[in-house]
């Protein structure tokens, strides 16, 4: 597996860059920045839908969204000796079908939905979630395990003690909610970068003066930071894609998935 390159390499990438310029850019909250993988994940589900969540559907997400990626980055060892399930080879077979040549196989969607996360007589779906992660994680290296349930809740417990994040429970159920307070300050830092990057396109001399805007932003920014500020930097640089997976796999969920 040597030459594989996950959407945590590029993240780290981004971001050791920037720690070592960030002298030179204007004062701007680094918490995507120090945040952890798992945590930035987190931070994007709730900026992304923003509503109130549980715990069990943030674990669902960040953990299917990591499924994605590690058959999809090629992590998966192809060695002979590697013995893979047929539970999961299957899978395999099917997620690259669906994925052919940079176009959508909806035949292949359907029976990935249907077999692999939707109930059956013999399994429901959360049991067939957590079988494809035991499968992965007993192939790949560790670098590349897919979340526990104990991480995910730890990376919780973590944001809720910072309070970055609420807790609020009901006679039956436990809601998450981003902190009323950060949510405020977020906005202010989403709206500087914006202000920033109108700025860029009035002063722009290129031909598209949203294209030579954002490319500036991207220069003077990581993604995982504009990412977690919804700049959605993609939109303008078509040869660009998000890192964070739940953005990365946000139109997958909705093809593949019940949630």
């Known amino acids: 597996m040597a030459g594989v390159i996950t959407e945590e390499d590029d993240q780290l990438k981004d971001i050791e860059q920037f720690k070592q310029n960030v002298d ?24 992304t839908l923003l509503t109130d969540l549980t715990p069990k ?16 980055s090629g992590v998966i060892p192809q060695d002979k000796e590697v ?14 079908r669906y994925k052919r040549f940079g176009s959508i196989d909806k035949s292949a ?8 996360f939707s109930p059956d007589e013999n399994m ?44 609020k429970t009901t006679i039956t159920k436990t809601f998450l909610q981003i902190n009323f307070n950060f949510y405020q300050h977020w906005q202010e830092v989403h709206n500087q970068l ?4 109108e700025r860029y ?13 954002m490319e500036i932003i991207l220069n ?23 890192i964070l997976l739940v953005l990365k796999y946000k139109e997958d969920l909705m093809r593949l998935t019940r949630y």
């Open 201 to 213: 396109k009035k002063e722009s001399k290129a031909a598209n003066k949203d294209i030579g805007a």
């Open 124 to 167: 429901s779906a959360e049991a067939k979630r957590l079988k494809l992660i035991t499968e992965i994680n007993k192939i790949v290296d560790k670098k590349y395990k897919i979340p526990s349930h104990s991480s995910i809740k730890s990376s919780l417990l973590n944001l809720e003690a910072h309070k970055l994040i609420d807790r």
């Open 24 to 47: 030179a850019v204007p004062a701007i909250d680094l918490i995507p920045v120090y945040a952890s993988p798992v945590e930035r994940e987190i931070f994007n589900l709730f900026f």
């Open 220 to 242: 003077k920014y990581p993604r995982t930071l504009l990412e977690f500020y919804k700049i959605e930097y993609w939109k303008y640089l078509t040869d660009k894609k998000p």
């Open 57 to 72: 559907y943030i674990e669902k997400i960040i953990q299917t969204t990591y499924i994605f990626d590690r058959i999809g």
């Open 194 to 197: 914006v202000a920033e990057f």
């Open 109 to 116: 969607a359907k029976e990935i939905r249907l077999k692999y």
């Open 83 to 96: 013995k893979i399930s047929t539970f999961l080879e299957e899978f395999i077979s099917l997620f690259h």
